[in-house]
């Protein structure tokens, strides 16, 4: 969807007043942009709907860390949320303070938890007995003795995509309500960890705050017995809109249903997709037009490799020309040009009559594009840009072909 920083101004889509074709003209497409001014916006309308709880904000690296990004959201006072070593060290490079690092995810190694533990993050949110026991070991090696969050499953089963449901008992994710009584029961057991809190996810772009309301007070049930588990770690999942039809609730209405419950608690929230989805699009060239079986194919240079969402969920961006369409606009496919079937941005844009070179705008991509970038069909992954103030720069270059052979071994290297 298009907002206060990505408007169309002189009949040209602008970010912040830069116009987006001279971005592309300067940088080629595909090409990611970022709008600094959208994020720091999103920050604050989470930080207020959130202050009558004091409630200390982790950003979801895995939404995209750029660390542009990272350094930005740093900037701004947040914390981060890492479910991967590579994601805290990412951090940790951004300068973020470890104190202010949480370690979640499902299946942490023993090194990445090694690693986590001599850089002195904040916060394990834990999953598994196994992985309790594994990190209770790890600890006591080195004399620490860091914070525990208990991941609780709720069992309820949110109303998002099936692959980014995570509260419900058919998802790996977390331990059931008895599992996490009796490691409270048991926390003797494990003289190395401070078993103090419990986090609660159940997923990702919800759409009932009832849901995570229940999930809440699921979690403060299972902590009512332990006077001194008085931290709540809620996760994120605040959805946004990606086109106009959306009908999703906003941040201050969670805010507003859980406020009167965590009076008292140690609040925190782990948001990635709210604060940098919308602050991000996607540009594209046109490459080819045709009709084919009653459709306008709209062929580009960008493809699922730099946007796997609509490929991977059957999400749903708008795309909109980068000049304002004084022409009527009809259905198109636009698609890339990877050999797949699943390769389409959108199945059903709207958009005005189109030729070769034309530029188009995939919006909303800000979270889960370039962090899910790949590249099949050895396609080389684009470059971003950030634009901030009156000004932009490349926060980080196109791939290369080079790049793509550079950690592989010529075999045939020094033959004669």
Not at 72 to 89: K, Q, T, Y
Not at 154 to 174: D, W
Not at 328 to 336: D, H, K, N
Not at 382 to 400: K, S, Y
């Amino acid at each position: 969807m298009l907002n206060d920083s990505f408007y169309y101004g002189d009949s040209a889509l602008c970010c912040d007043g830069v116009p987006l074709s001279a971005i592309a003209d300067a940088v080629g497409t595909p090409l990611y942009v970022y709008s600094a001014a959208r994020v720091r916006h999103n920050v604050e309308r989470l930080r207020r709907a959130f202050a009558p709880l004091g409630a200390s904000i982790h950003y979801s690296l895995k939404a995209n860390a750029s660390l542009a990004l990272v350094r930005l959201l740093r900037d701004a006072g947040l914390g981060m949320d890492a479910v991967s070593a590579g994601e805290i060290a990412r951090a940790l490079h951004a300068g973020v303070d470890p104190a202010r690092i949480v370690f979640a995810g499902v299946g942490k190694t023993a090194a990445e938890i090694a690693f986590a533990l001599d850089a002195g993050i904040g916060w394990f949110n834990v999953e598994s007995r196994d992985e309790l026991r594994l990190l209770d070991t790890l600890a006591g090696e080195r004399g620490l003795r860091p914070q525990v969050a208990l991941r609780l499953n709720p069992g309820i089963r949110a109303q998002t995509h099936e692959h980014i449901a995570t509260g419900h008992l058919g998802a790996k994710f977390g331990l059931t309500a008895a599992e996490v009584s009796a490691l409270l029961d048991e926390r003797g057991a494990y003289p190395h960890l401070r078993v103090a809190g419990i986090h609660v996810h159940i997923g990702s772009q919800l759409g009932d705050v009832a849901e995570t309301v229940a999930a809440v007070r699921a979690a403060q049930a299972v902590a009512a017995p332990y006077v001194d588990v008085r931290t709540l770690n809620i996760g994120g999942g605040f959805p946004v809109r990606y086109t106009e039809d959306d009908q999703v609730p906003a941040p201050d209405d969670f805010a507003r249903a859980l406020t009167p419950l965590l009076e008292g608690w140690r609040v925190l929230i782990e948001p990635g997709r709210a604060l940098v989805a919308d602050a991000g699009v996607l540009l594209v060239s046109v490459l080819y037009v045709k009709e084919q079986g009653g459709r306008r194919f709209i062929i580009t240079d960008g493809s699922m490799t730099d946007l796997l969402r609509p490929a991977l969920y059957g999400a749903v961006h708008e795309i909109v020309p980068l000049d304002h369409p004084a022409a009527e606009r009809t259905p198109a496919v636009v698609t890339g040009p990877v050999c797949e079937s699943a390769d389409v941005l959108h199945r059903a844009a709207l958009l005005p009559p189109l030729g070769a070179g034309d530029r188009l705008a995939v919006l909303t991509a800000g979270a889960y594009g370039m962090a899910m970038a790949s590249n099949y069909n050895l396609r080389t992954r684009p470059p971003e840009v950030l634009v901030e103030g009156a000004g932009w720069r490349v926060i980080r270059r196109r791939e290369t072909w080079d790049d793509l052979l550079r950690l592989e071994q010529d075999e045939s290297a020094g033959r004669s």
